[in-house]
């Protein structure tokens, strides 16, 4: 060990660069195409889903013979915002006997909302640290009667 320092130097750089790598978040249900073949209209029942595609992310609100199956991949690189690399959005209709009648992708293109970092001012008055420490002094009474 001549030169300690070029091995913690190359210690520093590797674990530098392993902290640079993306963390990688898999969030839903993420169906696989060739799972969705296997989902056929007309034929294919709720337990044959069940089966296939796994539980839905969600049932809709307002039909519950429509399942919806959501899924997203993320990727975070260190202090980075997290980036959406891929989403697949799946709906599977089913009619009043529970045999499907439609397998769609739907159209995932959303607009990315910015989240608001601004602060919401409160009213009142702006004190300092001191003067809220020196402005207390002073205002309680002490007991009567005590000595």
């Known amino acids: 060990m001549k030169h300690p320092l070029k091995y913690v130097l190359c210690l520093f750089c590797l674990f530098a660069l392993a902290a640079c790598s993306p963390v990688v978040a898999k969030r839903g249900n993420m169906v696989e195409d060739y799972k969705l073949q296997e989902v056929k209209a007309g034929v294919s029942t709720r337990s044959d889903v069940l089966q296939i595609l796994g539980s839905p992310t969600t049932v809709s609100t307002f ?6 199956y959501l899924g997203q991949t993320i990727e975070k690189r260190g202090i980075l915002d997290p980036e959406i690399v891929d ?5 599977v209709a089913f009619n009043a006997e529970g045999v499907v009648e439609v397998v769609q992708d739907v159209d995932n293109t959303r607009e990315d909302i910015p989240v608001a970092r601004a602060k919401t001012p409160t009213h009142g008055n702006d004190l300092t640290l001191t003067q809220q420490l ?6 309680f ?4 009667g005590a000595k």
């Open 63 to 68: 039909n519950p013979n429509v399942w919806y």
């Open 87 to 91: 989403e697949k959005i799946v709906a």
């Open 134 to 139: 020196l402005g207390n002094l002073g205002r």
């Open 141 to 144: 009474n002490p007991k009567s």
